[in-house]
């Protein structure tokens, strides 16, 4: 396009992609391409990131300078590297100094673009991350006067990270030693920057031993503690090493959750060709204590996923249109580190029936989180997971098929669960020979796993305090007897009383017995169009 067009429209090729996914990398080849002869081109390459923070006029001077260079020096391409950092998207309802600022500088490049570029044989050629985050000034949905020619660097699959890997280590290892598909088949999501990274420091811990080869070694030390660039920005959570093993009880949740998680990473073949869509939503629910936060992160572990895991007043803002805008970023940092599961705790704090807030900030919220669990931009490699004892209260639309439409129930443990939750907690516990767990389950009626948790430590305590009556250094750690297991059980009660259980089974009993879940216990909803 650049070299063949000769009608003085204005081309601009937008080349968008993931950040380190090579985009300056690619316009430094064009440019070395297209400097020599035959074509003799000359280029201007403007990084838009070294701008941001500049003042308006100066901005405008400095963009000038590089337009005058390219007329004078006609043909020319100038390259405008990162454009979304002067010329990003702003949310319409978003009224501030930034939004002001970053409006004015999109008129200012689309301007001088138009005035400048027309009638000059003079080609752009602008990045950025994503194509939709360009401020309306330059992209605008209509009344275009600049042609625009959209390029994505597609995802790197497991095919291209092998060949990429194999060319960086080429002369730096034996190919026929290491095996490099044992590290591809784990790198979902990665983009070039980071097999390059890889390479680099696998390649400095050979040198740092003095090696002259790299080895399975030196990959393995550097791949168990290696962060992609799309996880940099991202706070991904861990439950350390806390796998199923570790959950007591809940063994029809974790068996959902294997089938909704692992089953599709491990017969993507299967699942690809099913003529249904895949589930990718999935509501726990259950009263307080019960482990729903807790079976999340093992399965994270479990099922070797990634962890995003939200808070739900952390997205509510008092700004106009923020909350909204922090929604559609965490869906957007979720694809950035698929596979992964985005976790949201304490859901019905931010997702509740719309029509019963004054303000309008939830019902915007909920309306966003349609959208994005609606599959207007795709989910693949991501799974919703979202927790909440108060499955009554939510927003009735995020529970129809395609959104969490797969609800499990995380119930108060029997006998046998609380026995399992014992042993599970107890793992790196002490305890005396006369220890007899079922006992303690059998006494512990109505007791959830937290308040078990509570148990255990109470019995520590106790244990710890007899000791050191009898050796005040305590050099190792003391024994657990039934007894203290039984003074912990008399001398504490279940987080929730008999009523609060009752309530909550009425609540849990409504629910599940409502076919569409818009008529729980009674409530009244306003009409919406979801």
């Known amino acids: 396009m650049i070299i063949h067009d000769s009608s003085m429209t ?14 300056t990398t690619l316009l430094n080849l064009i440019k070395n391409k297209l400097s020599d002869s035959p074509f003799r081109l000359h280029f201007e390459i403007v990084n838009c990131g070294t701008l941001k923070g500049k003042t308006l006029d100066s901005l405008s001077r400095m963009l000038y300078c590089n337009i005058v260079r390219a007329i004078y020096f ?23 100094q930034e939004s002001v600022v970053v409006n004015r500088s999109s008129e200012i490049v689309r301007d001088l673009l138009n005035i400048y570029l027309t009638h000059n044989q003079i080609q752009v050629i602008a990045t950025c991350e994503n194509i939709t985050q360009i401020n309306e000034y330059i992209l605008p949905a209509r009344g275009k006067r600049v042609l625009w020619h959209p390029f994505k660097i597609e995802d790197l699959n497991q095919s291209d990270r092998l060949s990429l890997l194999r060319f960086l280590f080429s002369n730096k290892t034996n190919l026929d030693v290491v095996d490099l598909e044992k590290y591809t088949s784990q790198m979902d999501g990665f983009v070039v920057q980071d097999l390059v990274d890889f390479t680099n420091k696998a390649i400095f811990e050979s040198i740092k031993e003095g090696c002259s080869q790299v080895s399975s070694i030196h990959c393995d030390n550097v791949f168990s503690n290696f962060s992609p660039v799309s996880l940099q920005n991202i706070n991904t959570h861990s439950f350390g090493d806390k796998d199923f093993s570790d959950v007591g009880g809940l063994e029809d949740v974790k068996t959902i959750l294997i089938e909704s998680l692992l089953w599709p990473l ?23 204590g019960t482990g729903k936060t807790l079976v999340a992160g093992a399965a994270a572990k479990h099922c070797n996923l990634r962890l995003i895991a939200i808070k739900g007043p952390e997205l509510l803002s008092k700004y106009i249109g923020a909350s909204e805008q922090a929604v559609r970023q965490i869906f957007e940092k979720a694809q950035s580190a698929k596979p992964c599961i985005l976790f949201f705790d304490e859901f019905d704090s931010f997702a509740p029936r719309r029509g019963h ?18 599959g207007v931009e795709s989910l693949s490699g991501v799974c919703v997971l979202a927790a909440t004892s108060r499955p009554d209260l939510l927003d009735p639309a995020l529970l129809r098929p395609g959104r969490l439409d797969k609800q499990i129930f995380c119930p108060f443990p029997d006998s046998a669960a609380r026995l399992a939750i014992l042993k599970a907690l107890s793992k790196s516990v002490k305890f005396a020979n006369n220890v007899n767990l079922s006992e303690i389950a059998n006494l512990a009626e109505n007791y959830s796993g937290a308040d078990l948790q509570g148990v255990l430590c109470t019995a520590h305590l106790a244990a710890v305090e007899e000791a050191m009556g009898h050796d005040k250094e305590l050099k190792e750690d003391p024994e657990i007897t039934q007894e203290h297991l039984k003074d912990a059980i008399v001398n504490s009660r279940p987080s929730l009383s008999r009523d609060e259980r009752a309530k909550y089974e009425r609540i849990y009993k409504k629910f599940e017995g409502s076919p569409n879940k818009l008529d729980l216990l009674g409530a009244v909803q306003k009409a919406t169009l979801a």
């Open 10 to 23: 204005i081309h601009i090729c937008m080349m968008y992609g993931k950040s380190g996914s090579g985009k």
């Open 74 to 96: 006609q043909p020319s391409v100038i390259l405008l590297d990162d454009l979304n950092a002067i010329c990003g998207k702003v949310e319409r309802e978003i009224q501030t």
């Open 266 to 288: 491990q017969y993507p073949h299967l699942f690809a060709s099913a003529p249904l869509r895949l589930q990718t939503g999935v509501l726990l629910y259950g009263p307080p």
């Open 357 to 374: 807030d004054s303000t309008g900030v939830t019902d915007r919220v909920v309306n966003q989180l349609l959208t994005q669990l609606d």
